[in-house]
């Protein structure tokens, strides 16, 4: 039996969250889903709230396994999904809107779309400290419609870089599933973070027609115990360094076109930045100036002045 949109869910002590997420999706009016919950080791009342709700709707598929990550989780219930479709999101998030799951099927479907990307708002959650969030809470928006067109994903992804709005949320995408298993997409299989950086660098290079709506369909919500608001650690370090791995792997078989090339070397320059923040050493002049020109490549010389009028005219007083 085969459904509309498979939706996995690895879930990891989100018992207080965990009630929440699932309502939004089980409400969506899109009826044809299956819900794919992957318990992920956990300790807290999570197991109890997800057997609640596999008793009371068909539609939740339970998986369990020994903590691993959530990339081993999302591989786990990629390889028991049989929708036409697959969506992934975090446990502790939830479905902005009603038919956000029906909008983006029906616009896949007409665009007959390998993924198809769209938006997300954040909630910060009442006493918490934005300031100690690994990232910077933010919407997750691309105002405009300056990626309506369809796209191969190589042609997508510089675009994004142009204007400064790439994300490797999964949860703002959603993947044709025979697209994902045709081309062996999937999460590295080992307990690192930043694997959705990975597997979205794979959808983008793989991808041969993609596009994006400025819908925000996702809520995000940042609180205590979330990614966001997770320190640095060395799993974030060993996150970065595949990372790099992987884009450097990519650029040494070559076999790209330019605006590709381009993506993926700023994207490289992202990470080694990265590696050496989290080491505590200081990147070489040489590597600045690199990241500085690929900048420069991929965006342009207009976009280029307008930052740097930008940071002038913050810095200067009223």
């Known amino acids: 039996m085969t459904h509309r949109v498979s939706i996995v869910i690895p879930v990891y002590n989100a018992g207080c969250y965990l009630r929440q997420c699932l309502d939004s999706v089980l409400g969506q009016t899109l009826r044809d889903i299956e819900v794919i919950c992957v318990d992920d080791g956990s300790t807290d009342g ?15 598929v339970l998986l369990a396994q020994k903590n691993s990550g959530q990339g081993m989780a999302r591989n786990y219930g990629l390889e028991r999904a049989v929708g036409k479709y697959v969506y992934f999101m975090d446990a502790d ?28 708002e954040t909630t910060v959650d009442a006493g918490f400290d934005a300031g100690k969030a ?30 400064n709005e790439y994300c490797v949320c999964l949860w703002i995408a959603l993947f044709r599933r025979e697209f994902l298993s045709k081309c062996g997409i999937r999460f590295p299989n080992c307990r690192i973070f930043h694997e959705d950086d990975i597997f979205m660098t794979r959808v983008m290079i ?71 923040r989290l080491e505590g050493t200081v990147p070489s002049l040489k590597e600045r100036m ?13 976009y280029m002045v307008k930052h740097a009028f930008g940071v002038l005219c913050r810095r200067c007083p009223s």
């Open 134 to 163: 690994s990232v910077n809470p933010k919407d997750y928006v691309r105002e405009g419609n300056y990626y309506s067109g369809i796209y191969d994903g190589s042609e997508l992804f510089a675009r994004f870089l142009k204007r």
């Open 46 to 60: 999570s197991a109890a709230v997800l057997a609640e709700y596999v008793a009371k709707d068909n539609r939740v």
């Open 93 to 120: 998030d939830e479905l902005a809107s009603a038919d956000a799951l029906e909008r983006l099927v029906c616009e896949a479907d007409r665009g007959q779309l390998d993924a198809l990307f769209f938006d997300a």
């Open 290 to 302: 690199y990241r500085l020109y690929i900048r420069f490549r991929c965006r342009g010389f207009v």
């Open 206 to 276: 793989a991808a041969a027609r993609t596009s994006h709506r400025p819908w925000r369909l996702y809520r995000r919500k940042v609180h205590e115990g979330s990614s966001m608001a997770s320190i640095s650690s060395p799993r974030h370090l060993d996150g970065y360094r595949m990372c790099y791995d992987e884009v450097c792997g990519l650029l040494e078989r070559g076999g790209l076109n330019r605006r590709l090339m381009l993506a993926l070397k700023e994207r490289r320059a992202v990470y080694l930045l990265q590696i050496h």
